[in-house]
Structure formats: structure tokens, C-alpha cells
């Protein structure tokens, strides 16, 4: 008879067109006759409008969304919601949007820049891309829309059930905000993105139960000021960093992702919500994995990997040890 072990990890997840070419006739000119003048037109080149990325919801006023152009320094503005979105077990009817690419639900957050995450303060917040972005001299703007009803709820279900497949759900309520910086002081330049540019995008889901929000990104062109992804709640209960945003590698996030579409990052914002996921793997160690505090060492590498890889840091694993006897 021979005896075979093999780990069994538990894991507790808690809070689970084609380019346009225009031919323009110049004004007519007056000029004085002569044998050599003549008049003619100046051919033209249009530009090529922009489109955002496919992974973003529709948003600017082409879509019907509120707008809002940057104003002055550390500025933001206050939105009622016409559906109250719950945030990690914490129920709100009005978020903070601010220029510096945070949303934030207790209260504004005065600081320019983003703040330590985890905090361990008293504030919930979700930063797809904090940094001092109406200190750095481009034109910027965000807007922003609830949806109640039509193919955004319809495509915001499709997208919470294809990254959790296992809720069944279906959204009634969305709210888009996105950020679009473009370093430029010209309103065409600004439309046409003809310049580098700062755009990316959060999405906010709800089925008046459970609640999910999505991080969207495009371009994010340099700029010297610290920059800060992910989310924190009051206490830092849960919290997470997207990694590529605090290492330097910003302008990367566009090909980032943690649910394997590039651009995009998914998280669920329910604190009652727990699943239970059996895993059996096969481990080759150097440690003794006899010894307890070799395994307990096994386990936090497993789960900071997980949470690297946009799972709550409240994840919890526990060890079983499974015993198999063959004939």
C-alpha cells in the first residue's frame, strides 16, 4: 500500500474610419492683376478623428454625459445619485469626482496627490489613476452619466457575468466617469487627441444587491508627478494597488489587466459576499513543507500572487491536509 499527500488550499474570498481627405477651397483673394497672378485652391488634409479604445464605455457629450472642463487646482465636484451604490458592505447616494482622477464617497480628499495605499483612514475611495493631473498645465476634463435602462446595463451584465461567472447577474443600475487630458491648450487639438494624452475611465455597476466597479485605460503619457491606482476603504479593510502604477511603469497599464482583456480591471465591491474554492495543487519546495511554518510561508506567496492579481487583499486561505490511500 502506498501513501501519496497531497495539498488541499481552501480559499475564503471575502468581498468577493478610414482616414477623411477634404478638399477645401481657399477664400478667394484680391489681388491686382497682372500676367502671372492666379488664384487658386488649397488642398486640405483633415484629421483623422479620434476613437477611444473598444474596451471603454460610450462617454463625452456625443453619449449625453454631464461635463465638466478642469477649473483650478485640486478641484472636484459633487454628484447625487439617483441610485444608492454600496461600497464594501457602506451604502452612499453621492461620490466626489475629482480632476486628479479619484472618486471618493465620504467626503473630498484635499490632497493633490495620491496618499500610501493602504491609508487606514476614514475614507472609501477608488483611484484609477491619482496624480496631480490638473497641476500639469494641459487641457483636461471628465464626464459623466447614470444609466438606468438600454444596452449600457446590457453590457455591463454580459461583462460582470463573464468575470464572475458564478453571481448570475444582471445590472440595473451604471454609472460611467471618464477622464481625457491632452497636452494642449487648443479646443481641436483637445477633440482630435492630436497631442499625448492622460484617458482612462471607471465604471460603477450595481443590481441594487451586489456591486462591481471597472477600471478602464488608454493612452497614459508621461508625466513627473507620483501616480497611484486601485481602491481603499475606511480602515483599509480592503484595499488594493494595481502594481504597474506605483513601479514607474504607468504608461503600461493600457496592457495591463486582470481579467485578460488589455486596459481593463475588474473588482467586486461586496464585503457580505463569500466563496469557497477547493484547490488541489502539486508544490516542489526547497522548505520542508512537513513543518508548519514552511507552509504558512507556501501560503502567503500563494495569496500575494492572487492579490496581485486583482483579488481583495481580505482573501483568506486555509490548509488542509488530504491524505490518499492506493491499493
Known amino acids: 500500500m502506498r501513501i501519496t499527500q497531497h495539498l488541499l488550499v481552501f ?16 477664400p478667394a483673394s484680391t489681388v491686382v492683376p497682372t500676367e502671372s497672378a492666379t488664384t487658386s485652391a488649397i488642398a486640405q488634409t483633415a484629421a483623422e478623428p479620434w476613437t477611444a479604445p473598444a474596451i471603454f464605455y460610450p462617454f463625452r457629450s456625443a453619449a449625453g454625459d454631464t461635463e465638466h472642463f478642469l477649473t483650478g487646482d485640486e478641484s472636484y465636484e459633487y454628484v447625487a445619485l439617483s441610485t444608492p451604490y454600496t461600497f464594501f458592505g457602506r451604502t452612499y447616494n453621492s461620490l466626489y469626482v475629482h480632476y486628479n482622477g479619484l472618486l471618493t464617497f465620504n467626503q473630498p480628499e484635499p490632497a493633490s496627490g495620491p496618499n500610501y495605499n493602504p491609508t487606514r483612514g476614514t475614507e472609501d475611495f477608488i483611484a484609477p489613476f491619482w496624480s496631480d493631473l490638473d497641476d500639469i498645465g494641459w487641457m483636461g476634463m471628465f464626464s459623466y452619466q447614470e444609466y438606468t435602462n438600454g444596452s449600457v446595463l446590457t453590457r455591463a ?35 482630435r487627441h492630436s497631442a499625448q494624452a492622460i484617458t482612462f475611465q471607471t465604471v460603477l455597476i450595481s443590481d441594487g444587491n451586489l456591486s462591481f466597479f471597472l477600471i478602464n485605460y488608454g493612452d497614459c503619457a508621461v508625466i513627473y508627478d507620483q501616480v497611484e491606482a486601485g481602491y481603499d476603504t475606511i480602515n483599509s479593510i480592503n484595499h488594493f494597488v494595481i502594481p504597474d502604477s506605483i513601479n514607474g511603469n504607468y504608461q503600461n497599464l493600457k496592457n495591463t489587466s486582470n481579467v485578460n482583456v488589455p486596459g481593463r480591471w475588474a473588482f467586486t465591491a461586496n464585503s457580505v459576499l463569500e466563496s469557497i474554492i477547493g484547490v488541489q495543487m502539486r508544490l516542489t519546495s526547497f522548505s520542508d513543507l512537513t513543518q508548519s511554518e514552511n507552509i504558512e510561508d507556501v501560503l502567503l506567496k500563494i495569496k500575494q500572487e492572487l492579490v496581485s492579481r486583482g483579488l481583495s487583499s481580505n482573501i483568506k486561505i486555509q490548509l488542509r491536509k488530504n491524505t490518499k490511500i492506493q491499493p
Not at 480559499?11 to 481657399?26: E, K, P, Y
Not at 461567472?165 to 481625457?180: G, H, I, K, L, Y
Open 157 to 191: 451584465t454580459q461583462d460582470i457575468n463573464q468575470y464572475f461567472p458564478q453571481m448570475n447577474f444582471t445590472a440595473s443600475w451604471v454609472f460611467v466617469v471618464t477622464w481625457d487630458y491632452v497636452e494642449t491648450t487648443d479646443m481641436n487639438s483637445f477633440i
Open 11 to 26: 480559499i475564503s474570498l471575502l468581498s468577493l474610419t478610414r482616414a477623411q481627405t477634404a478638399t477645401v477651397a481657399a
